[in-house]
């Protein structure tokens, strides 16, 4: 098979791999895989291969249990079993924060776990309350919703149907600790319950929170600054974020270092098979489910790693249709809006100028990682690697 012809524009396909377990060699696996793509005219220069984050924390052996959370919470916090931990802002997700908040809980057994939940929906959409609820009872943006305020206006998850309230209730109880779960916006409303420390949990607005509440609350840290430190077992820079339940009471960690493995990768590759490829190393796509509202980015951002050829560039190109839809209505000929089409795209336009408008510039890494996670799934497809063919001509470096 040659290259793709002309008049396939983008295109994404899955690759099969072998079963990746602890202690794989992540990089050799998937040059295997290439090296079956090239002999089948399936790789050529200019592709972009993505690898799930997945199964490259996997192979590292990037688990940690929620002993350790609790463990590293201590070490970290000092704070004693009978203490009082905050949690501002968690995500409402089984797979991403169940875990998470049994750790917190674990290491204030005798103590109280206070969950600070933002209304009416969590950071990526998670409904917890009707729209209208807290306007309807009064209550301002920096209020305070108790839970037994709430009655019968407990909402549901609407595809999963789960209580994430009781949840997390139940959820601290089972390690012994004492649960205050209550609704407010204001991330400063959880200094006024005297916690020994706060840890900021959600997601991508962690700074900003951790900003706020450093100036009321001296013991706090992110759910990054927890388990990412080298030589503490495992470990990622991510800390907890990106994190996802796995077996038991483990959970698996973003991958450590992911950079460096696409890489390696790449370099495997030109060396090997005479191929120069970009890799991205990816997790969730930043999708919003038109649906029900939830912006499916859990991670803290779509690609964990990427090759240098990928950094600072921008998605960008000219507004096609609306250059053919004035051209045609100011009498050009079919030739000629083509002639005039072809010369636009070789010229430089600035982002500002009529001939882009309406073509936002998207980050190329962003957009990839999150058309391989699409196209990858998170299910049973088996296809942890993917190809991503004639995208990166219309990217350009800024």
Same mark, same amino acid.
């Given at each position: !098979? ?26 050799? !696996? ?18 972009? &291969?993505? %690898? ?18 609790? @463990? ?18 968690? #995500? ?6 169940? %875990?998470?908040?049994?750790?917190? /809980? !674990? ?9 600070? %939940? ?36 407990? =909402? ?14 139940? &959820? &601290? ?12 916006? $204001?991330? %400063?409303?959880?200094?006024? =319950? ?12 962690? =700074? @900003? ?24 077992? /495992? ?79 921008? @998605? ?23 002639? #005039?089409?072809?010369?636009? !795209? ?7 100028? =009529? ?11 962003? #957009? ?11 299910? $049973? /497809? ?17």
């Amino acid at each position: !098979m040659n290259k793709l012809p002309d008049y396939i524009g983008v295109s994404a396909f899955g690759i099969k791999m072998g079963l990746v377990l602890p202690g794989s060699d992540i990089v050799e !696996m998937v040059c295997e895989s290439l090296a079956g793509c090239n002999r089948d005219g399936l790789l050529h220069d200019g592709d972009t &291969i993505c %690898l799930t984050e997945s199964v490259v924390a996997r192979s590292q052996n990037n688990y940690v249990s929620t002993d350790d959370i609790a @463990r590293e919470i201590t070490r970290k916090m000092q704070i004693g079993e009978d203490g009082r931990i905050g949690v501002v802002f968690p #995500i409402l997700s089984r797979n991403r924060f169940s %875990l998470v908040l049994k750790g917190i /809980a !674990m290491a204030v057994p005798r103590g109280e776990v206070l969950v600070q %939940l933002s209304y009416p929906a969590d950071e990526v959409g998670n409904q917890l309350l009707p729209e209208d609820f807290a306007e309807s009872v009064g209550k301002a943006n920096g209020d305070v919703i108790h839970i037994n305020e709430l009655g019968d206006n407990r =909402f549901l998850h609407p595809i999963t149907g789960v209580d994430y309230i009781q949840l997390y209730q139940n &959820i &601290i109880m089972s390690t012994g600790a004492r649960p205050y779960v209550y609704l407010c916006n $204001d991330p %400063l409303k959880v200094a006024e =319950f005297v916690p020994d420390g706060v840890i900021v949990a959600n997601v991508h607005g962690r =700074f @900003r929170t951790r900003s706020k509440l450093e100036t009321v609350v001296s013991n706090c840290l992110t759910l990054q600054d927890l388990c990412s430190s080298i030589g503490n077992g /495992a470990w990622s820079e991510w800390g907890l974020l990106g994190s996802n339940l796995s077996s038991g009471d483990r959970l698996k960690l973003a991958p450590r270092e992911a950079s460096e493995i696409a890489l390696a990768i790449q370099r495997r590759v030109r060396e090997e098979l005479g191929k120069n490829i970009e890799v991205v190393i990816y997790g969730d796509g930043a999708y919003c489910d038109p649906s029900t509202g939830i912006y499916e980015l859990a991670d803290p951002q779509p690609a964990f790693g990427i090759t240098p050829g990928l950094e600072n560039k921008y @998605r960008e190109g000219l507004k096609y249709k609306y250059l053919v839809d004035t051209l045609y209505q100011n009498g050009y000929s079919e030739p000629d809006i083509e002639r #005039i089409l072809l010369a636009k !795209m070789k010229e430089h336009h600035s982002r500002d100028s =009529f001939e882009t408008e309406g073509t936002t510039p998207r980050k190329v890494e962003d #957009i990839i990682a999150s058309l391989a996670d699409l196209v990858s799934g998170s299910a $049973d /497809a088996g296809t942890p690697l993917v190809i991503v063919k004639g995208f990166l001509g219309s990217a350009h470096s800024r």
